[in-house]
């Protein structure tokens, strides 16, 4: 067989090169094409978690169990209506005059009771104040009367409002339960009160007008306590994007819809400068802005994680978040143990999570997930577990951010019922009522009363009954 000649080779060895080139090129496009996949992928899943309907829980079940107590003899305690203590009204309801089957006589046994606990009528009651108008023999200034029941002064043609009452009833109807505006007139219509949309979020300007003393007191309160657990979610005003911000204490919760994202917009709820301890997610601009707190980041969303790349089922890429969550299951587990085991438990967890993300950073190929989740484990080290500290199990230091994510929940359900604020105004009204009305219920009050004592003398500044000074 005859040897090749030099240009034959040169041609083959071009040819090869080429081919060599063509198959470079394609790799890099399929790279770059799985890349794309990937990314949608992610998204599609992230999508998936903020359905539009409220606590969806998947598809039903195809043969759903039987609902109700379970049979047999430990199937909990009976449940029943309590007995009234007093009853509005008595009716006799005496026997037949003869038995319904056979129309025998019949003879009275016993007198049984039953009570039925109903709504009154509904029936407004709409009261007539006849103010009296006079003026000041000395100066000839206008002077009128003010009695302890008006929440206004206005005569004339505003001389015709609604009740504290039912306008604090139609505050919580919109802001708590979330009806619209037009909804809650429609029912209190059927209460014999008619009123307009219009008419109800114009009072409810007015009233969040009257919250700010209020609204800056909560949020120094806040501000000054050991422990803030801290949030943020989409929110939506005239159609644009917003944030709805929340920051939380057993006692106290501030909300404020802003612009953006930024620190800038947390600091309106956090001073910057905050001293304590911030229990949060692992957004950035938590741990590079409050540079003087201690941080905690949530536990809860790192488990979520390694669960979600364990269902991902990556190639090589299922191990690593497997002892990760193992090693927070521990860590929350740790909680309950005396102080000594419970120090030496966090010391052993945080030296092995070291151990583990110093092993993913000098792997030769890591799975690009798992390099993600050990650089944020790298930054959030720090914050991982400091609910373990004896300072924070005497300050009440949780794990999770679960008491921002409880405060969040009902405004992200009125979202989904009616879309957000249509202007700014709007949204800074919903902010300050909903400070107001989930503080009211933290700190044992009814929020309803105390509407009603703050339009009948408007002029007190902070809501007394909050215990805020």
């Known amino acids: ?29 399929q790279a770059e094409q799985l890349k794309k996949l990937g990314e ?63 129309g025998g006589d019949v003879e009275l046994d016993r007198w049984a009771d039953q009570f039925h606990t109903e709504l009154p009528e509904p029936r407004p009651v709409v009261t007539r104040f006849k103010v009296g108008v006079g003026h000041c023999t000395r100066c000839r200034r206008r002077v009128q009367g003010r009695h302890a029941e008006q929440t206004s002064d206005a005569l004339g043609a505003a001389g015709s409002m609604l009740g504290p009452h039912a306008r604090a009833l139609g505050h919580w109807l ?56 801290i949030d943020e979610t989409g929110w939506r005003v005239a159609g644009w994007g917003a944030w709805l911000w929340v920051a939380t204490t057993p006692t106290a919760t501030v909300y404020k819809v802003a612009e953006g994202r930024r620190f800038e917009d947390a600091t309106t709820l956090v001073p910057a400068d905050y001293q304590g301890t911030i229990v949060r997610d692992g957004y950035v601009v938590y741990r590079n802005g409050y540079t003087a707190a201690t941080h905690q980041t949530c536990l809860a969303h790192l488990l979520r994680r390694t669960v979600e790349m364990i269902e991902a089922d990556v190639p090589n890429g299922r191990r690593f978040p497997r002892q990760i969550k193992t090693l927070l299951t521990e860590a929350l587990a740790a909680r309950d143990l005396p102080a000594p085991e419970r120090n030496r438990e966090a010391a052993r967890i945080g030296d092995r999570v070291d151990v583990l993300t110093a092993e993913i950073a000098a792997a030769y190929q890591p799975c690009d997930a798992d ?36 405060g969040v ?61």
């Open 409 to 469: 929940r009902p405004a992200v359900v009125n979202r989904k019922v009616w879309g957000g604020n249509r202007t700014w105004g709007g949204a800074a009204t919903q902010s300050r009522m909903m400070t107001f009305f989930r503080t009211a219920v933290q700190r044992g009050a009814d929020p309803i009363d105390l509407l009603i004592g703050h339009a009948r003398a408007p002029d007190v500044g902070i809501i007394p009954g909050l215990g805020l000074t």
């Open 371 to 406: 390099r993600r989740l050990a650089k944020h484990l790298g930054k959030e080290r720090s914050a991982l577990l400091t609910f373990l500290t004896d300072k924070a199990i005497a300050d009440g230091v949780d794990a999770t951010n679960w008491r921002a994510e409880q």
């Open 40 to 102: 949608l992928v992610e998204r599609l899943r992230r999508q998936g978690k903020r359905q539009s309907a409220p606590f969806s829980k998947g598809e039903p079940t195809l043969r759903p169990g039987r609902g109700g107590r379970k049979k047999g003899e430990f199937h909990g305690r009976h449940g029943h209506r309590p007995v009234p203590p007093v009853a509005d009204r008595e009716i006799e309801v005496p026997l037949p005059g003869c038995c319904p089957d056979c």
């Open 174 to 229: 919109h802001y708590v339960l979330g009806l619209s505006f037009g909804k809650t007139a429609k029912l209190l219509g059927h209460f014999g009160v008619p009123v307009t949309a219009g008419a109800l979020a114009s009072g409810a300007q007015a009233t969040g007008r009257a919250l700010v003393p209020t609204n800056k007191a909560i949020t120094l309160a806040v501000g000054e306590s050991k422990v803030v657990v």
């Open 1 to 29: 067989m005859a040897r090749p000649s030099r240009e034959e080779l040169e041609a083959e060895n071009a040819s090869l090169r080429d081919r060599v080139g063509e198959l470079e090129s394609l790799a890099e496009g």
